[in-house]
Every structure is written in C-alpha cells, then in structure tokens.
C-alpha cells in the first residue's frame, strides 16, 4: 500500500481488508547520558512512524552496535528503557540483533497493525484544513548545545528530554477518530522538510503561521549562540529555495524550523470543523497541541512561512 513513492512515514502492506502491517525503523547515537533515558527516546522516535500513520504498536526488533568495552549493564539499562516505552504504547519487545561498533548506536524495528481504509497518510491534507502540532520545537538545538557545553536553562533540557519521552500514541488515536486527513511526524528534516513532503504529497500549499508554532524555552538563545547542527544546516541548503518565507520572522526563528527533531511531534491536518473538538480532547488527556496553520490551493511554493 506504502512504499518509496511519496516519502511517507513507514511502509505499508495489506494483509487482509481488516488488517495492513507497518513496517518501520530508526536508530541513532545516543543523545542523553542516561542510559534508560537513551533508550527509552530511541523506543519512542521509532514507534513514532506508526503513530504517524494512525497504526497500533505490535511488536519491535531491538537494533544494537555496542562497543565491547562498556560495561554490560549500561546497555542493560537502555534495552529496559526501551522495553519499558513499547510496553507503555502496548507493543513488546521479541528479540533483536547486536554487533560491535566503536560507537554506540541504538534503536528499533517496529510492526503495527491499522485497519487499510483507516490508514492516515501524509497525502490527503485537503484545502481548508486545519494544521495542528503535538509537541514544541527545538530538541535538536538543546541537544547540541548539550553536546557542545553551551549553557541552557535546567528547565529547557528537562522540558525537552519529557517532551522526547512522551508518546504519540493518544495523540494519533483522536486523529483518527476527528477525521484527520494527513499525518507525519516531525524528524530528522525539521518542520519544513517534513511539511514540504505533506504538501507535495497532498498536491497543496502549506502555511505555516510562524508566531504560532510553539518553541522550547531557550531555542531562540542557543541558536543565537551558534548551537546549529550540521543536520541543520544540511535542511536548510537543501529545503531554502522550496519554501517562500515572508519578511515577517526572524531569520533565528526560520533557522528553528529547518531543526532536526529526535522524537518529534506530529503534524495532524485536520477538517476545519473537527479542530476544536480535537483540541478538547487532547487537552482532557492533558496533552498539549498548537494550531500552527492551514492548508490552501497550491500556489507557487509548497509551504509559505509568515
């Protein structure tokens, strides 16, 4: 059902007309020093693919390069991290594969399950919906300014490690029940790459009202601070001449856009009529989500930031 074709979240195939499997994977360095805490991120960034699509976890396939010189029970602790999150999202863990590498690297194979006529791509956005996001902007900066020494809040690298850790899970659910027309997850190509494939896909123009989307604390101040990641900048050179941005946002805050997210949100593109309804439920469940947005005709550009 999903393949290569349009840079869609995981790969789908039909096993039944009630049943389609989704097939996807990640995996990276670490980006936190607690080993839980690496394994718990890696576990939900992946699942996140599946959520993305409006699927229900199943099961995962640990993915591990491990150096053989750390202790054992470092990695014990990330593979109970990870564990621990595909229990939470109602999936298990059945196995794995390890190699030795110089570099330790981590993550997951994960299947879920959606019913086929239920499946939410990212190519059904339709002029005058609504575009909603889940989570705040910006972990990829505070993780670089973590790499690099640069000083940031205590309360800006709590609130983006909690926000990394949380699950799309809810969140994808009432999507699916308000009629969501398009979903992806916010990674490792930012906000703009991710909704320039939602909007070549859809056929349709985003826009993206730049004061709307919601930052992390100190993301303004360590981009200030040169806290750009080579992912970053890779986005920016590759996505800057597919997008039109009005002269109204900082060049910072456009800079904020093009930054790599580990676990990032979802991008929901809702029917106008839904969104509220929506943002209720989501609030109920005391989850978070930010109108950021709308789709329209498609213009000259695929995404216009104002």
């Known amino acids: 059902m999903v393949g290569f074709e349009q840079a869609d979240d995981a790969a789908v195939y039909r096993i039944s007309d009630e049943v389609a499997l989704i097939e996807t994977l990640d995996f990276f360095p670490p980006v936190v020093d607690d080993a839980w805490t690496y394994g718990a991120i890696a576990a939900v960034n992946a699942m996140s693919d599946v959520f993305a699509m409006g699927g229900q976890v199943k099961l995962a396939l640990n993915i591990v390069a491990w150096p053989d010189n750390l202790e054992p029970a470092i990695l014990s602790e990330v593979l109970r991290g990870a564990g621990e999150k595909v229990l939470e999202a109602g999936g298990i863990v059945a196995g794995g594969h390890t190699i030795v590498s110089p570099e330790p690297k981590f993550g997951l194979s994960v299947t879920g399950v959606a019913v086929p006529e239920k ?12 575009l909603c996001l889940t989570k705040p902007i910006g972990s990829g900066i505070s993780l670089t300014a973590s790499k690099n020494s640069v000083p940031q809040s205590g309360s800006n690298l709590s609130s983006v490690i909690e926000s990394m850790l949380e699950l799309s899970k809810v969140p994808s659910e009432l999507a699916l029940r308000h009629g969501a027309t398009a979903m992806t997850d916010i990674t490792g190509f930012g906000l703009i790459g991710h909704s320039v494939e939602m909007a070549s896909a859809s056929g349709c123009t985003l826009k993206i009202y730049g004061d709307a989307v919601p930052l992390f604390p100190d993301t303004l101040q360590l981009l200030f601070a040169g806290s750009e990641s080579s992912g ?10 597919t997008i039109k941005v009005e002269s109204t946002i900082s060049e910072l805050l456009e800079s904020a856009f093009f930054d790599p997210q580990t676990s990032g949100p979802l991008l ?32 000259e550009y695929p995404l216009v930031i104002s």
Do not use: Y
């Not at 970053?232 to 001449?241: D, H, S, V």
């Not at 929901?268 to 005709?297: H, N, T, Y």
């Open 268 to 299: 929901i593109a809702l029917p106008k009529s839904e969104v509220d309804v929506f943002s209720a439920a989501m609030k109920e469940r005391e989850l978070d989500c930010w109108i950021i947005g709308q789709v329209s005709e498609r213009g």
């Open 232 to 241: 970053l900048a890779n986005n920016r050179n590759g996505l800057k001449n």
């Open 119 to 130: 499946l939410i791509r990212n190519n059904g956005a339709t002029p005058g919906d609504v």
